[in-house]
């Protein structure tokens, strides 16, 4: 029976920033609690991603046509589909389920980072002193176990969505809504985030830019992974190549002692 | 028995020997760490030597009180990670004989013939009339290619082991930093790679070159004969030091 591909819409229309999400989030997967201050940027705390905390909720706030906007963006892994973290694991500690969650497995990570480097969405987070990297699990212990991912449980306003991937998509275009992650680029492929809006899709016109952009989701998210793999084709390209000239001209080198032999015994 | 003529000092045999080993090192690790993202057969031929490495080395750190599984690695990833020391470890071993070799050549920087003699046109030819056509030519100590090589291996290494340096203190740079060593590390060892092959492949598959390997692991000297015919330059400089002296 083949596996349910999945999603989790984040509509940012109907959520209230309540942080319950990140709240959800933590108990859950039993993290500890960061150590807060004042965070003079905004709302958003605590301010970034860290090893203990694979959610947060920003607090993104502008003015727009001389009226000022505040907006809640649930920041964590979009769980692309092509997974370039994946790619790049030289351990082949990330998985990527067929439910559609990549997911680190710490048993098999050796901190070595190459995955932060291939994320053009700046997820992944390592902690020195588990010489590990973690970040959001998309629930997979939750999912595989017929419940929701704990965020989207925890959701008050049902801002958050969760149901098979292709369904969603098709739900929330056909109520007209504009969605990010459906299909983003060759990099990425598409991601089991989405991020949905009636409300916003004007946002950033003015400045030439999509909602999404202004959200902190790029257009064309490009990590750092293909020059690394190209190196490592090209690289074994070269290797071949070398081994074969070498074999090529000690056939070539041998005819021509033989040919000079010939030469000096017929002399 | 035939007359013997002093091609290599004992520092250079010295170094040469240990660039050896340690490009094997680095080599066989760096492989092993990329193992998982080589293309087939290698990926599995290479990962099995993850597993080589990783296995004994979690028995060992059982054997010394840890835990393997507590520690949190399965044997690929300890394996891996083996390799990743080990590489790191003779990236700077491999600096260190280098700085050897340069302390124990910089009295002799003005005997030094970087350029090659009777310039730059006639060296192309002299290489390619003895490779392509199998000619007698007048070679010195080292001919074109050798030079190139020589000079590629300081310059590659030097690259690699300030790549390495940036990747292993990767806390220290910027993101874009870290990604644009790591691009050219990974191409630059791999040109270093097809470059070895080559260089090997002269040095032991031609049957007529196998007086150089001797002399540069063994002896320091080749036999009059092989110098005079193969390094005729060489031979006549070394003949009037001798006059000389």
């Known amino acids: 029976m083949p596996v349910t591909e999945y999603g989790i819409v984040v509509n940012l229309d109907t959520c209230i920033g309540c942080r319950a999400c990140q709240v959800a989030c933590k108990v859950w997967n039993g993290l500890k609690a960061e150590e807060t201050s004042f965070n003079p940027q905004g709302y958003t705390n605590p301010p970034d991603l860290t090893p203990n905390t694979w959610m947060i909720m920003q607090f993104l706030e502008g003015v727009e046509d001389g009226e000022p906007f505040w907006l809640f963006k649930k920041h964590q892994c979009l769980h692309c589909s092509e997974a370039p973290c994946a790619k790049a694991c030289p351990v082949n500690a990330i998985e990527v389920h067929p439910e559609g969650a990549v997911v680190i497995r710490s048993d098999r990570c050796i901190g070595c980072r190459y995955c932060i480097e291939a994320c053009p969405y700046n997820v992944p987070r390592y902690d020195p002193k588990t010489n590990k990297v973690y970040k959001c699990t998309l629930c997979i212990d939750r999912i595989q176990n017929g419940l929701q991912p704990a965020c989207v449980e925890a959701c008050p306003t049902d801002a958050l969505e969760f149901g098979p991937w292709r369904e969603l998509v098709e739900k929330y275009r056909a109520a007209g809504y504009e969605v990010y992650g459906d299909h983003v680029n060759d990099y990425v492929g598409h991601t089991h985030y989405l991020y949905v809006t009636r409300k916003y899709r004007s946002l950033g016109a003015k400045q030439g830019k999509k909602w999404y952009e202004v959200l902190g989701l790029p257009a064309d998210p490009r990590g750092r992974l293909p020059g690394v793999q190209l190196g490592r084709e090209v690289g074994v390209g070269l290797a071949a190549l070398a081994a074969l000239g070498a074999v090529a001209h000690a056939v070539y080198w041998r005819a021509k002692r033989m040919e000079k032999r010939s030469g000096s015994k017929g002399g | 028995m035939a007359r013997e003529i002093r091609l290599f000092s004992e520092l250079e045999i010295w170094t040469h020997k240990h660039v050896v080993h340690f490009a094997a090192a680095l080599i066989l690790t760096g492989l092993i760490?990329?193992?998982?993202?080589?293309?087939?057969?290698?990926?599995?031929?290479?990962?099995?030597?993850?597993?080589?490495?990783?296995?004994?080395?979690?028995?060992?750190?059982?054997?010394?009180?840890?835990?393997?599984?507590?520690?949190?690695?399965?044997?690929?990833?300890?394996?891996?990670?083996?390799?990743?020391?080990?590489?790191?470890?003779?990236?700077?071993?491999?600096?260190?004989?280098?700085?050897?070799?340069?302390?124990?050549?910089?009295?002799?920087?003005?005997?030094?013939?970087?350029?090659?003699?009777?310039?730059?046109?006639?060296?192309?030819?002299?290489?390619?009339?003895?490779?392509?056509?199998?000619?007698?030519?007048?070679?010195?100590?080292?001919?074109?290619?050798?030079?190139?090589?020589?000079?590629?291996?300081?310059?590659?290494?030097?690259?690699?082991?300030?790549?390495?340096?940036?990747?292993?203190?990767?806390?220290?740079?910027?993101?874009?930093?870290?990604?644009?060593?790591?691009?050219?590390?990974?191409?630059?060892?791999?040109?270093?790679?097809?470059?070895?092959?080559?260089?090997?492949?002269?040095?032991?598959?031609?049957?007529?070159?196998?007086?150089?390997?001797?002399?540069?692991?063994?002896?320091?000297?080749?036999?009059?004969?092989?110098?005079?015919?193969?390094?005729?330059?060489?031979?006549?400089?070394?003949?009037?030091?001798?006059?000389?002296?």
């Open chain 2, 33 to 245: 760490i990329s193992a998982a993202k080589l293309p087939s057969p290698l990926d599995s031929f290479f990962g099995w030597l993850a597993y080589a490495l990783g296995t004994p080395a979690s028995y060992l750190a059982k054997a010394l009180g840890y835990s393997p599984f507590e520690q949190g690695y399965s044997a690929y990833s300890l394996g891996v990670q083996v390799a990743r020391v080990i590489h790191r470890l003779a990236g700077v071993g491999m600096a260190a004989i280098g700085l050897v070799w340069l302390l124990g050549e910089l009295p002799r920087i003005r005997k030094w013939q970087i350029w090659p003699e009777g310039g730059l046109g006639e060296a192309v030819r002299n290489l390619a009339a003895y490779y392509l056509g199998r000619r007698s030519v007048r070679f010195g100590k080292y001919n074109l290619g050798q030079k190139l090589w020589i000079l590629s291996v300081f310059i590659g290494f030097a690259i690699l082991f300030a790549t390495g340096m940036v990747m292993w203190f990767r806390s220290s740079f910027s993101p874009e930093t870290v990604a644009l060593a790591h691009t050219i590390h990974v191409w630059a060892a791999w040109l270093g790679i097809a470059g070895l092959i080559v260089h090997v492949y002269l040095a032991i598959g031609i049957p007529e070159h196998r007086p150089m390997v001797r002399a540069i692991f063994r002896t320091g000297t080749a036999p009059e004969d092989f110098v005079k015919h193969h390094h005729p330059l060489y031979y006549e400089k070394a003949a009037k030091e001798a006059e000389e002296a």
